[in-house]
């Protein structure tokens, strides 16, 4: 496929359980991005990857969130010990990271659902 | 510090005739990045048009157009034709073109229903 793909598409789980929630970026997309949208919001920054490292993880709302992307191309959003609260659309995005003003191209997102 | 201001919760359009959705924003970057994404009910956000802030002239992409108020600081969107496809949540954002990257600021969004 051409775009940014998220799995699962829906994740029910309950308070306290942990999951995991996988990016795959367009082919040659150097630079990711995990967004969060809750219902009726607009998505909201979580972390930014160039590469493999995490340039930016000033957005992760606590410790309970952490995300990886070991190779440089797929990326990992892990959440322990969800909450109620953690319920929202995780959004992932990808882009070249060569310009300042480039384009971010979303995938479908992953909705979470806390029992 | 950015932020995004969408004060259309919601808007109505007849097929085939246009429409405009506002934004306006506030930053104290002097170089920025407006986009406009849309999202349908599938979840996923499609980028629609890009506007520089020193862009001369503004942005058109097929039926989207940018209407840029730098002075104003409004991005708004007008949307040509609309086409029972264009139902969708619409999203303002920007980023500040300031440093090597910088992430996007969204508002909260206009939900526009185009009716036969």
Same mark, same amino acid.
């Given at each position: 496929?051409?775009?940014?793909?998220?799995?699962?598409?829906?994740?029910?789980?309950?308070?306290?359980?942990?999951?995991?929630?996988?990016?795959? %970026?367009?082919?040659?997309?150097?630079? =990711?991005?995990?967004? !969060?949208?809750?219902? +009726?919001?607009?998505?909201?920054? @979580?972390?930014?990857?160039?590469?493999?490292?995490?340039?930016?993880?000033?957005?992760?709302?606590?410790?309970?969130?952490?995300?990886?992307? %070991?190779?440089?191309?797929?990326?990992? =959003?892990?959440?322990? !010990?969800?909450?109620? +609260?953690?319920?929202?659309?995780? @959004?992932?995005?990808?882009?070249?990271?060569?310009?300042?003003?480039?384009?971010?191209?979303?995938?479908?997102?992953?909705?979470?659902?806390?029992? | 510090?950015?932020?995004?201001?969408?004060?259309?919760?919601?808007?109505?359009?007849?097929?085939?005739?246009?429409?405009?959705?506002?934004?306006?924003?506030?930053?104290?970057?002097?170089?920025?990045?407006?986009?406009?994404?849309?999202?349908?009910?599938?979840?996923?956000?499609?980028?629609?048009?890009?506007?520089?802030?020193?862009?001369?002239?503004?942005?058109?992409?097929?039926?989207?157009?940018?209407?840029?108020?730098?002075?104003?600081?409004?991005?708004?969107?007008?949307?040509?034709?609309?086409?029972?496809?264009?139902?969708?949540?619409?999203?303002?954002?920007?980023?500040?073109?300031?440093?090597?990257?910088?992430?996007?600021?969204?508002?909260?969004?206009?939900?526009?229903?185009?009716?036969?």
């Amino acid at each position: 496929g051409a775009g940014v793909s998220q799995t699962p598409s829906n994740k029910v789980t309950e308070k306290g359980k942990y999951v995991e929630l996988r990016c795959d %970026p367009i082919s040659g997309h150097t630079a =990711l991005y995990w967004y !969060r949208q809750s219902l +009726g919001q607009g998505p909201e920054f @979580l972390i930014y990857f160039q590469g493999t490292g995490a340039a930016d993880d000033s957005g992760l709302p606590n410790d309970r969130f952490f995300a990886v992307r %070991p190779e440089g191309s797929v990326s990992t =959003l892990k959440i322990q !010990r969800t909450e109620r +609260g953690d319920s929202a659309v995780y @959004l992932c995005a990808s882009s070249f990271g060569r310009g300042r003003g480039e384009t971010q191209y979303f995938g479908p997102g992953t909705r979470l659902l806390v029992l | 510090a950015q932020k995004i201001t969408q004060t259309q919760p919601g808007m109505f359009v007849q097929e085939k005739e246009a429409v405009t959705l506002d934004c306006t924003y506030d930053t104290s970057d002097p170089s920025y990045g407006l986009f406009w994404y849309k999202q349908p009910s599938s979840g996923e956000m499609i980028f629609l048009i890009y506007q520089g802030s020193y862009d001369q002239q503004n942005a058109t992409e097929g039926r989207y157009s940018l209407n840029f108020q730098k002075a104003r600081k409004s991005a708004n969107l007008v949307i040509s034709a609309s086409q029972l496809g264009d139902s969708a949540m619409y999203f303002c954002a920007m980023r500040s073109l300031n440093s090597g990257y910088s992430t996007l600021t969204f508002g909260k969004g206009t939900m526009l229903l185009v009716s036969p």
